[in-house]
């Protein structure tokens, strides 16, 4: 449960950080029948409440958006890509946030990137299962990909795929 403590706070943290950066009216919608897709890269998770970031957005198109939040220092803290974005909570953040708290309780770790592909909202009592896609090491830092899926019956509901910095 340490790795849940560690991780869970970070994909809704940096969508309010979003919600408050992006402009009051930006919406982005996928394209029709397209998956609902997230894509969070947090490059130093463990900030402090000192440091002060500054959003860079990006629209491109009708379909995506890019939002990136630097330090003073101008270091890349977190980046957020995403298909769909209205500003005010959703069904799919609920699924990202379940997504995310199951994959903690599965691995331990920092999560350093997590994307997720929403094709329906997940209800309580869907299933999930995980599964350790690799390990390996990276700048010095043990790493490990995993996978999760979220199904009802024989239906993908789900998706998500993380990348955590492995406990020394």
């Known amino acids: 449960m340490a790795a849940l403590i560690s991780s869970q706070p970070y994909t809704a943290e940096v969508r ?7 402009p009051s009216g930006v919406v982005v919608a996928p394209e029709p029948g397209a998956a609902v897709e997230h894509d969070f890269l947090l490059l130093r998770p463990h900030r402090t ?3 002060a970031l500054s959003p860079q957005v990006r629209r491109v198109g009708d379909h995506d958006l890019l939002v990136r939040f630097r330090n003073r220092d101008e270091q890349l803290v ?3 890509w995403t298909n769909s974005f209205t500003g005010t909570p959703t069904s799919d953040d ?3 946030d379940l997504l995310e708290r199951y994959c ?9 990137r997590f994307r997720t592909r929403i094709r329906q909202a997940v209800p309580s009592g869907a299933d999930f299962s995980a ?4 390990t390996y090491v990276q700048d010095g830092a043990r790493m490990a990909d995993v996978t999760v899926t979220c199904t009802r019956g024989d239906a993908v509901l789900a998706q998500a795929w993380a990348t955590y910095a492995l406990p020394d």
Do not use: N, Y
């Open 131 to 134: 599964s350790l896609r690799q």
């Open 49 to 51: 409440s000192h440091d």
């Open 94 to 96: 609920q699924s990202v």
């Open 78 to 80: 977190f980046e957020f």
């Open 104 to 112: 903690a309780e599965q691995f331990p770790g920092t999560l350093r």
């Open 16 to 22: 309010r950080l979003c919600a408050d950066a992006v």
